[in-house]
């Protein structure tokens, strides 16, 4: 599985967009790109995944840059509750065992 | 909806002492993964199951063992506890095929002392 780059944290201002970049330069042509996100103490929650083409649920959008070395999560309107570590994962489609592996992610601090 | 539940969410251990963390899933899941979380790190993957009675290492299995008997359980075992595994664990579970997300639940958080 290919390797990502994030920033370890960004600021946000509540009710702006918050935008979180991913660089996963070595990506191969079968490999999608997953979204988790950690609230403190929590467990990992999934937010949205994508392979090639830009990707929107009631979450987050993704945007996935047209040589796919590149992703950003956008959070249309970040609230308080968005603060969290949140994970870029790259990850091969139909892989035999679903593996995921965590990198340490970038923290995102929501600011009132 | 439970989702994944892991029991318990807090012990402490002695050097040497052993335990069972337990995981379970409502969700018919066919794959389940064991993960630990050090302090400002990501999560590493310990083992994991493809099904009932198939189980493999990932990342760092060393000190852990794991057992699969039923498509909802999947335990992990620490025979001899050493402070190394202070750590939380998170236990998840996702469908079989495809892209399909995996589902964590809320973790134990253990101490080794």
């Known amino acids: 599985d290919a390797k990502t780059t994030q920033p370890p944290s960004m600021d946000c201002a509540e009710g702006r967009a918050a935008n979180l970049p991913c660089n996963h330069s070595?990506?191969?042509?079968?490999?999608?790109v997953y979204w988790y996100r950690q609230i403190h103490s929590q467990g990992p929650q999934y937010i949205i995944h994508?392979?090639?083409n830009n990707e929107t649920n009631e979450m987050a959008s993704l945007i996935i840059t047209e040589d796919r070395k590149s992703s950003t999560l956008i959070l249309p309107h970040a609230t308080l509750r968005d603060t969290a570590v949140y994970y870029c994962?790259?990850?091969?489609?139909?892989?035999?065992?679903?593996?995921?592996?965590f990198g340490t992610g970038t923290l995102l601090a929501v600011q009132p | 909806n439970a989702g994944v539940t892991q029991t318990p969410k807090f012990r402490i251990l002695k050097i040497g002492q052993s335990m069972t963390l337990q995981c379970a899933q409502d969700?018919?899941?066919?794959?389940m993964y064991w993960y630990r979380q050090d302090p400002g790190m990501g999560l590493k993957l310990i083992y994991y199951s493809v099904g009932a009675g198939i189980t493999d290492k990932g990342e760092v299995p060393n000190g852990y063992n794991v057992s699969r008997s039923t498509t909802e359980d999947f335990p992990l075992r620490l025979e001899l506890a050493a402070p190394s595994q202070t750590s939380v664990y998170f236990c998840a579970s996702s469908l079989t095929t495809g892209n399909q997300p995996q589902h964590f639940g809320d973790g134990t958080r253990l101490s080794i002392l």
């Open positions: 070595t990506i191969s042509g079968n490999e999608y």
């Open positions: 969700m018919n899941h066919n794959y």
């Open positions: 994962i790259v990850r091969e489609y139909g892989g035999a065992t679903n593996k995921l592996i």
């Open positions: 994508g392979l090639k």
